[in-house]
């Protein structure tokens, strides 16, 4: 069962820049389709961006042109960085597979706040 851990959120300025991490358990090669969620509060989750093991990428609207998806499948890591935040884009993340989801890992906050 392939397990994900979130890492890097924090508190930001708008404005500001972060970098989120997820360790996968196992090889995450295996999986076609990686992406980055994220829930608001009072919102459902949604998907914001994926990566194909090939590197071809997809991102929601919202955040095109701000955020930027990548993975290294040797350390088995995938990385979602987010510039240029905004208050909306306050949530929890998380990281799965697509289109069909695993076991959710715990999350890391991302609060875009002055």
């Known amino acids: 069962q392939a397990q994900f851990a979130e890492s890097g959120g924090g508190l930001v300025q708008p404005g500001g820049s972060l970098r989120l991490s997820c360790a996968a358990s196992?090889?995450?090669?295996?999986?076609?389709?990686m992406g980055w969620y994220r829930q608001a509060p009072g919102k459902q989750r949604e998907l914001v961006a994926r990566i194909t093991t090939g590197g071809n990428t997809n991102y929601a609207d919202s955040v095109k042109g701000r955020f930027t998806i990548s993975r290294d499948n040797a350390k088995s890591t995938v990385y979602l960085q987010m510039s240029s935040l905004k208050p909306g884009d306050t949530a929890v993340y998380y990281c799965?597979?697509?289109?069909?989801?695993?076991?959710w890992g715990p999350g890391t906050q991302v609060t875009v706040s002055s």
């Open positions: 799965n597979t697509f289109p069909q989801v695993r076991s």
């Open positions: 196992g090889s995450i090669f295996r999986f076609p389709v």
